[in-house]
């Protein structure tokens, strides 16, 4: 990290190395991340995220993530568990979120605090097969930043467009990505 007295618990030098090293072996810049889903009952399941492929191996979290999903009772299920599209909603507002603090630890700009409200808008007419017209997913995404820092409205602001700019979960939503489903 710099010498400045910012703190955001983010180690740029280390981000910032790593990048130059896989600027010279670029092979180790290819990840294939993974998750695995059980089904429980109803709509209910159980999805997991151990391990992965990245830096020219395999890797492993320190341990498991387990996640309950579910539908809510309004559409005659058990509640288990967020929702599908509410993972994705948590998964947009954490990627922005960790970007605002990173880009700020290299900007030498102290957070106080960053709050994301995220509401995706959807007709789940489409989803019930009720209207062939409607499309399945989200119609459209909004994300508030709530940022205190020690920044001014433009450097701020500036955070938040390089958080977005550089978001992987910003850019699956944004952009088109191949997707296969096979069956054994």
Known sequence: MSDSNVNNGVNVGALLAARDALNES?????????????W?????????????HG????????????FDVDH???FAAEDNG??????VLVGLASCLTAGVASVA???????KSVEAKLEGEMDILGILGGDSDVRNGFENIKVTFD????????DIEALVAQSQKRSAVYDILTNPTNVSVEVK
């Open 82 to 87: 967020a929702t599908p599209v509410e993972y």
């Open 55 to 66: 830096l020219g191996g395999e890797q492993n979290h320190k341990t498991e993530f387990n």
């Open 105 to 111: 630890q290299n900007r030498d700009i102290q957070l």
């Open 147 to 154: 940022i205190d820092a020690d920044a001014s409205q433009e």
């Open 72 to 74: 809510p009772e309004v």
């Open 26 to 38: 670029p092979e180790g810049a290819k990840f294939n991340w993974r998750a695995s889903c059980k």
């Open 40 to 52: 429980i009952n109803g709509t209910h399941s159980k999805s997991s995220v151990k391990g992965y």
